[in-house]
């Protein structure tokens, strides 16, 4: 499968006012009548720099739980250098439930409670720590992307995976991986070997797969 119906996209969820989460979606919401969601920092962020379109509906998520057709989605707070960055706790109506967490320099409590429990946990595997500190990226930027509201490395990803499998979690998706400093392979090499030392199995215990590289990202089916 490779094609979505538009018709079936009912809502849209935004974790951040960053560029590279938001390029392109006044003009497919505009287009296609979807509401978005965020919380009220993004929201506001987007409105003083001008990204909101006069076609588009935008709510602010409080504490309560958004409810699109069957499915409940609450948002936790995330650790990054934008106005109100969150990720997303999805309910599913047969009770399975995900979590969604990506653009976060070091996982909280309040993350890590969030995911507890989720069925599918789709988190940030960003980077490899020698190949950013190698690459080509401006001092600033590495110095940016290492800090604590900076992006989670392969490392700091792998190491809170075992913990999740013991509190329920079966399937993986690692995200947001950097085109310029990780490979698929450093991703999925650093959670395998992090869940191996603590004596799980992938396809036993857990699955684990990669979404696409940052900037060329397909649809992803539950
Ligand atoms: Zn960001
Ligand atoms: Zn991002």
């Given at each position: 499968m490779n094609q979505i119906d538009i018709n079936s996209v009912r809502a849209i969820f935004i974790t951040h006012e960053h560029s590279d989460h938001i390029r392109g979606l006044?003009?497919?919401a505009g287009k296609h009548k979807i509401p978005v969601y965020s919380t009220k920092g993004t929201l506001e962020a987007m409105h003083e720099y001008s990204f909101v379109d006069a076609r588009v509906s935008y709510t602010a998520m409080d504490d309560k739980p958004?409810?699109?057709?069957?499915v409940s989605v609450d948002k936790f707070r995330?650790?990054?250098?934008?106005?109100?960055?969150?990720?997303?706790?999805i309910n599913m109506p047969d009770g399975r439930k995900i979590a969604f967490a990506t653009d976060l320099g070091h996982i909280s409590d309040e993350v890590l409670t969030s995911a507890y429990g989720c069925d599918v946990v789709v988190i940030e595997s960003n980077h490899d720590v020698r190949m950013l500190q190698n690459g080509s990226y401006p001092y600033q930027l590495k110095r940016r992307i290492l800090s604590d509201c900076?992006?989670?490395?392969?490392?700091?990803?792998?190491?809170?995976?075992?913990?999740?499998?013991?509190n329920g979690t079966t399937r993986f998706l690692l995200a947001h991986l950097s085109a310029e400093n990780n490979l698929p392979e450093l991703a999925i090499q650093a959670a395998l070997m992090s869940l191996k030392s603590s004596k799980m199995q992938v396809d036993i215990d857990f699955t684990l797969s990669v979404a696409p590289v940052q900037t060329k990202g397909d649809f992803i089916v539950f």
């Open positions: 006044n003009v497919f958004v409810t699109v057709g069957e995330t650790s990054h250098d934008s106005r109100e960055s969150c990720g997303f706790k900076g992006h989670l490395s392969n490392e700091a990803c792998a190491s809170i995976l075992p913990n999740l499998v013991k």
